[in-house]
């Protein structure tokens, strides 16, 4: 079984070495000690996540990425990652890296949300982002193009 997968809602997966990005998340479940049964991505269109942030947040905003956790405390992880690739886009113009950089750390961000970070705050958002850091230099030694 699949335990990372992804999808396509309403935009297509702009994404490179798919393969290589799963035994990421994976790996980074196992380091921090997660267990995980599935986590499904799904990419599409900002205006598919603004419907979906309205529907289930009652947030009236863009967002780049919904987490959506379906399994219970203490047991294996199982959820769905909802990632605008519009967003992601703008993003990497406006912190001025590669898209698929962006794509990237998107991707980890949720994972981490899943193993229960928080970045309400301004210590934890540091917090965060050096797990974000740590995880993108675990790949980018390992990135080939598949």
Known sequence: MNKVTFHTADKSIPMKNRKYIKLLIQQLFFLEKCKLNKVAYIF????Y????????LNH???TDVLTFSFSLP????????????????????????SY?????RV?????????????SSKALKEKMRKKENFYIHLYEPNSRET
Do not use: W
Not at 49 to 56: D, K, P, T, V
Not at 100 to 104: A, D, I, K, S, Y
């Open 49 to 56: 996540l603004l419907r979906l942030n309205r529907q289930h």
């Open 74 to 97: 203490k047991q294996p992880i199982e959820a769905e990652v909802y990632i605008s690739t519009e967003r992601t886009k703008e993003n990497a113009k406006f912190f001025n890296v």
């Open 107 to 119: 991707i980890i961000h949720a994972a981490l949300h899943l193993c229960g970070y928080m970045d």
């Open 44 to 47: 599409c269109s900002d205006k």
């Open 100 to 104: 698929q950089n962006e794509l990237l």
């Open 60 to 62: 009236h905003y863009y």
